[in-house]
């Protein structure tokens, strides 16, 4: 019987099969060091600046308060088993560990799905942080650290105030879905529009094409559009491709382009750089739009 399934798990095209091999091969493979390192306390609060964290990670200044979106830091995501998580390995490390990061005044959590609801991560974040999340998805925060928790639905809006101002922040349609396995309770699945200092900014979440971002113009003009480009091989109904990410930032007239969800972890059949290399490609003629290549990278919007 062993061997039986041995012999499967090796030969199996099935996805089940080919998903085993690929935690086996996970097991043996060394997470490799981030291409560059953000140094937050050097950043402006008179500005907006960012650093991608990797998966859907952003480090975010906005004019002084930091916003975090979908944490997920730890080596692994997945299945939380106390003394591990089950689940895919990193390729690359994230650009800064919990330990690095600097305070967090809003955690922003776009949906559900263990790869940007990380529990390892969010029960290190600090209980003094406001959090953003998804209608009917704060039960699975339960656990955490994390206690002032609002959830939002589709053109909702809350507000966050500290020393600094205020920060709008807004739910917005995306095309998505939002069960968290092993249940099968219908849950949220949010983009946020971000307001503070006249300036608007973009969070996509993870989203397959849809005619909502582009709906969204008369709300801008956006300084930029953080959006997925990964995992779009089989999964096109959830998740869009670089060229349908660039298609939809430029109907929500977005100035620049954070690409996120590539490069980080295996969840799709598409090759690892593909992603990038596709976006860029795509933005062949306006290359300066494209804010950021490679995790650990640092961007701050250019003063207008």
């Known amino acids: ?23 086996t091969e996970d097991a043996r493979r060394q997470i490799e060091p981030a291409p560059a390192k953000p140094r937050p306390a050097d950043w402006s609060d008179n500005g ?32 939380s088993l106390g003394l591990g998580t089950l689940g895919p390995k990193r390729f690359v490390a994230p650009a ?6 600097p305070p967090i005044d809003v955690l922003l959590l776009s949906h559900a799905h263990m790869d940007h609801m990380d529990l390892p991560t969010l029960g290190k974040v600090g209980k003094t942080t406001f959090t953003v999340t998804a209608k009917a998805t704060g039960d699975i925060l339960a656990g955490t650290r994390v206690k002032e928790l609002k959830e939002l639905a589709w053109n909702e809006h809350t507000v966050y105030r500290n020393r600094l101002g205020e920060l709008r922040i807004e739910a917005i349609e995306v095309k998505h879905w939002g ?29 397959a094409l849809t005619p909502a971002i582009g709906q ?20 096109i109904w959830n998740h869009c491709t670089p060229e349908q990410a660039v298609q939809m ?10 690409p996120v969800h ?31 290549r490679r995790i650990g990278e640092t961007f701050a919007c250019p003063p207008v």
């Open 1 to 23: 019987m062993v061997g039986g399934a041995a012999w499967w798990v090796s030969t199996s095209k099935q996805r089940a099969a080919r998903w085993a091999r690929r935690l």
């Open 48 to 79: 907006i600046t960012l650093a991608w964290l990797g998966h859907s990670t952003v480090l975010l200044s906005f004019f002084g308060i930091r916003i975090l979106t979908d944490p997920a830091l730890g080596n692994r995501i997945g299945i």
């Open 96 to 101: 800064l560990t919990v330990q690095e990061l």
């Open 179 to 207: 069960q968290r396995w092993p249940s099968d309770l219908p849950r949220g699945y949010n983009g946020y529009i971000l307001r503070r200092e006249g300036k608007t900014l973009l969070f996509g979440g993870d989203t």
């Open 216 to 235: 969204l113009k008369s709300r801008g003009p956006f300084e930029l559009a953080i959006m997925p480009i990964g995992a779009y091989r089989p999964w």
């Open 249 to 258: 930032a430029n109907a929500a007239g977005a100035n620049y382009i954070v």
């Open 262 to 292: 590539h490069q980080t972890f295996r969840l799709s059949d598409e090759p690892r750089n593909e992603p990038i290399e596709r976006l860029e490609a795509a933005l062949t003629r306006e290359p300066q739009r494209l804010a950021l």
